[in-house]
């Protein structure tokens, strides 16, 4: 029991200094709503100039799409997190030592840097342009089911964001430098996870590689349940998915943490 | 200046260098960017199966402008990468010290050790290939002189580029680190990579003036298709102009630096 | 060689509140608080001389050195180096100086040393012959053939160390700063370092300023200190002068005799007079008090005829000590020699 109690006290201090830190980069974060807001918009046009005199695409019509887009966009706001950063960073320059000698699990406490970053993401900038949008964007509303289906696929969504992040973080223990690797994820998440385009619209051979990767359960789903798209059984299906994948990320996470612990040091000391 | 030259050329080497210690994660750093070439070109294509056009533009135009964005991104890439990092870390962590007590300009000194980056060369070549794609597929009306001045907004537009990088990064001198802001503006760079009709009047202004990514994309590639426009003789300008404030930035900012204590 | 004229900095701090709330108050408003870091220092170290520069943390030492290399504007006051202010121009003041930071590297992370020693040399254009007299120098003094071709990042702390002071001294600069080079350092390393700066330095005759928390650095390299405290300067002179300066002298001694040790030292307190005295063993005993009392020809005085006297030993005091009895005393600033 005292055991539970040292980690839940330990969890609680990185917390608060994870949301310390997350908060003193307000003014960034401010930053990146603009431009998430202004990458939006040229999403928006685009596809406006698309939809210029048609219905429909694909099941979509302007108002869905846009729907979907903005949906899209603002949960990839929640994807990036940057503890592939913090976490590769520590390993670069050997401070997973120090990490160690915590009496926390190393990787549980870098993954849970990322929560305050997630709620300070979330209220700075999600909430606003959610917000600024309900206003002034015409959108496609929800059904009740539709969008609890939505809030639990979220959660699983996120997470997926921190397992993604920590496996390419812990890559730098065969790397060193992980720049490439998180460009790589970047892009393949970007498009794979069907943030910029709903997979739906992709020629039926990529959309059938795109939807058996994980990168699909991490927008795509998602924004399908909100839109309604995914219903009953379908909808059951898709999020016993995401769940498969979270469970596999956690197994390959540890599972590369043990191996690269077997590795050894990286770093001279 | 022929001092700068012959160290340019030894850090190159050393940057070169320094990438095989790294070698893994370069040649995963080169496959995103390929992948990057074939991601965008699938997403104009997804777009381009609905539609004949967008504004006016075709698909080989649309690939064009493509093409035109990633070969002046990767001019830019290939010299002030290292910009990166200055936004990272370097005055958070008070590295930035090392470059203030050499005896070059500080600014060389940061920038050289990335130079002739071969992720940005890379980058580079895949544009041209795109390029020269997409030119297969139109009919363009190729002067000598044309060609010469398209080559000149290319720089222009790299120059555009390199300018709103420093002017992210040395918000670092203010805000200790501004890797968020940088990244988020060049995704927006990544979506903008359309024709400039497309956009409302408020998104034009601000691509061409607040963040001008229209002239490191939009500009050169409809100057070849469509010849010169208002915009072809602004770009320079603007470009001038953004550049002359990003120094400011870097020269102010390493001032604060220095006297809130590194 | 190296002038600081009342040099005061102050840096303005902005207070984080602990806790969860006092985060989200930061978010509103925050308060900012003036933190003297120097408070008017001036001393100046002539040529060649070797001077180290103390004081407890937060004495304002690494500001100084920071003032001194050109990276750090101070507030008011001005400082010299080889006649020049360091940001009057930057280049020359850059070949001028070598600088150690203690914790931040100034080599190559991801290069072999030997790189960085190429890259500095064509950095600070030296001729081709005093870069391949300086690789031979360094190659030799830093036992280079097994570390040279490994990246700087995978070197242990000792080596990266001295790596790293080896590059401050690549240039040949006439004046070498140097911030707690041996941070971390066991006592074999820090000796390492020790002797790698006194042999290089000899040679050529550079004026070297150090700060560090360990005495060992100080004793083993500098002739010289300068001792800050709260911000301002309270001695320069000789590290000889300042450690006479000690408040306390001891003298041990060990004798053969029949006498019983309580009555020895009575007697010895008697004869002296304002000492104390303690048996610290078996037929040994300590005197210690002012330095003019206790001295041995004092205790040899004292128990002449009473013992015979098999050992006595009147061991320096330690800069420590010293500093300790200064710091103490910084209310009224005593300036020795100079």
Redesign the interface.
């Known amino acids: 029991m005292t055991t539970l109690r040292v980690q839940a006290r330990g969890y609680g201090a990185i917390l608060?200094a994870g949301?310390?830190t997350a908060?003193?980069?307000?003014?960034?974060?401010m930053?990146?709503a603009l431009?998430?807001a202004?990458?939006l918009?040229?999403?928006l046009?685009?596809w406006?100039?698309?939809y210029?005199g048609?219905s429909g695409?694909q099941g979509y019509d302007a108002t869905t799409m846009t729907t979907y887009l903005l949906a899209g966009n603002l949960l990839a706001v929640l994807l990036?997190n940057?503890i592939d950063d913090t976490l590769s960073g520590d390993i670069?320059r050997g401070d997973h030592v120090v990490g160690l000698l915590r009496p926390i699990g190393f990787l549980g406490s870098h993954a849970a840097v990322a929560l305050p970053y997630l709620a300070v993401r979330l209220t700075l900038v999600v909430l606003p342009l959610l917000g600024f949008a309900l206003v002034f964007v015409p959108l496609a509303t929800p059904t009740v089911a539709g969008f609890t289906w939505f809030a639990v696929s979220a959660v699983l969504a996120t997470t997926l964001g921190i397992l993604l992040n920590l496996l390419v973080g812990l890559a730098g223990f065969?790397?060193?430098?992980?720049?490439?690797?998180r460009?790589?994820k970047g892009?393949?998440v970007?498009?794979c996870s069907g943030q910029?385009?709903p997979l739906e619209?992709?020629?039926a051979a990529?959309r059938g590689v795109m939807e058996w990767l994980p990168f699909a359960a991490m927008v795509n789903t998602p924004v399908r349940l909100l839109l309604g798209r995914l219903e009953g059984l379908a909808a059951l299906h898709a999020v016993g998915v995401q769940l498969l994948w979270v469970g596999l990320g956690l197994l390959v996470c540890v599972f590369a943490w043990r191996g690269a612990l077997k590795r050894g040091e990286v770093?001279?000391? | 200046m022929r001092r700068y030259l012959s160290l340019s050329l030894l850090l190159t080497g050393v940057g070169l260098r320094r990438i095989l210690a790294y070698r893994s994660d370069f040649f995963v750093g080169i496959g995103a960017f390929a992948l990057r070439v074939v991601m965008h070109a699938l997403l104009l294509g997804v777009i381009y199966q609905y539609v004949s056009d967008i504004a006016g533009w075709t698909f080989d135009e649309a690939l064009l402008l493509l093409g035109v964005a990633m070969l002046v991104r990767g001019l830019d890439h290939a010299f002030t990468d290292q910009l990166w990092e200055l936004g990272r870390k370097l005055v958070q962590r008070g590295e930035l010290v090392r470059y203030l007590v050499r005896p070059v300009h500080p600014l060389f000194s940061l920038l050289s050790e990335r130079f002739c980056y071969p992720e940005g060369i890379g980058e580079v070549l895949a544009g041209l290939a795109v390029i020269f794609y997409a030119a297969g597929g139109l009919e363009l009306d190729l002067g000598a002189g044309r060609i010469v001045l398209f080559g000149l907004l290319l720089l222009v537009g790299a120059l555009v580029f390199a300018a709103v990088k420093l002017l992210l990064a040395a918000l670092a001198f203010w805000t200790t680190t501004s890797l968020q802001v940088m990244t988020a503006v060049y995704e927006v760079a990544d979506t903008a990579r359309y024709p400039l009709d497309v956009f409302p009047v408020p998104i034009r202004v601000v691509l061409t003036s607040v963040i001008p990514f229209a002239l490191t994309g939009f500009v050169p590639a409809d100057y070849l298709l469509h010849g010169a426009g208002v915009l072809t003789w602004l770009a320079p300008v603007i470009a001038g102009v953004l550049t002359a404030l990003a120094l400011l930035a870097w020269s102010r900012g390493v001032r604060r630096f220095e006297a809130v204590g590194p | 060689m190296i002038e600081a004229h009342e040099l005061s900095k102050v840096f303005k701090v902005r207070k984080m509140r602990p806790g969860l709330w006092g985060a989200v108050r930061g978010l509103v408003s925050a308060d900012v608080e003036e933190v003297r870091a120097l408070d008017g220092v001036s001393f100046s170290v002539p040529a060649g001389e070797r001077t180290a520069y103390l004081g407890v943390n937060g004495a304002g030492k690494s500001t100084t050195i920071k003032a001194l290399a050109g990276v750090l504007t101070p507030t008011s006051g001005h400082c010299r180096v080889a006649g020049r202010d360091p940001r009057a121009d930057r280049y020359a003041h850059a070949r001028t100086i070598g600088v150690v930071f203690g914790h931040r590297t100034q080599l190559w992370w991801d290069l072999p040393v030997e790189e960085s020693f190429r890259i500095l040399a064509r950095l600070h254009d030296m001729s081709k012959e005093d870069a391949a007299l300086n690789r031979k120098l360094f190659d030799e003094v830093l036992d280079l053939g097994e570390i040279a071709h490994r990246p700087v990042r995978t070197l242990s702390l000792g080596q990266r160390m001295r790596a790293e002071v080896a590059a401050a001294l690549f240039h040949n600069p006439r004046v070498l700063l140097l911030d707690e080079p041996t941070i971390g350092l066991d006592l074999l390393l820090k000796e390492a370092v020790h002797e790698l700066v006194n042999r290089v330095v000899a040679d050529r005759g550079t004026t070297v300023l150090l700060t560090s928390h360990d005495v060992a650095d100080i004793t083993a390299i500098c002739e010289r200190v300068v001792v800050v405290d709260s911000g301002r300067d309270v001695y320069t002179g000789d590290l000889d002068d300042l450690l006479r300066q000690a408040p306390t002298r001891t003298v041990r001694l060990d004798y053969s005799g029949d006498i019983s040790p309580e009555s020895l030292v009575s007697h010895v307190r008697h004869y002296i007079g304002l000492v104390q005295v303690e048996i610290v063993g078996r037929r040994r005993i300590k005197v210690e008090g002012p330095p003019d009392l206790a001295t041995p020809q004092a205790v040899l005085n004292a128990v002449s005829g009473l013992v015979t006297v098999t050992d006595l030993v009147a061991p320096e005091p330690t800069l420590g000590e010293v500093l300790r009895a200064l710091y103490v005393r910084t209310a009224e600033p005593a300036r020795g020699a100079r």
């Not at chain 1, 065969?174 to 690797?181: A, E, F, K």
Request: aromatic content about 12%; proline content about 2%.
């Open positions: 608060g949301w310390r908060l003193a980069y307000r003014g960034a974060l930053l990146t431009t998430t202004l990458s918009a040229v999403q046009s685009v406006n100039a698309v210029d048609r695409i990036s940057q670069y065969i790397t060193t430098s992980t720049w490439g690797l460009y790589l892009t393949v970007a498009f910029l385009v619209l992709m020629p990529v770093s001279g000391g």
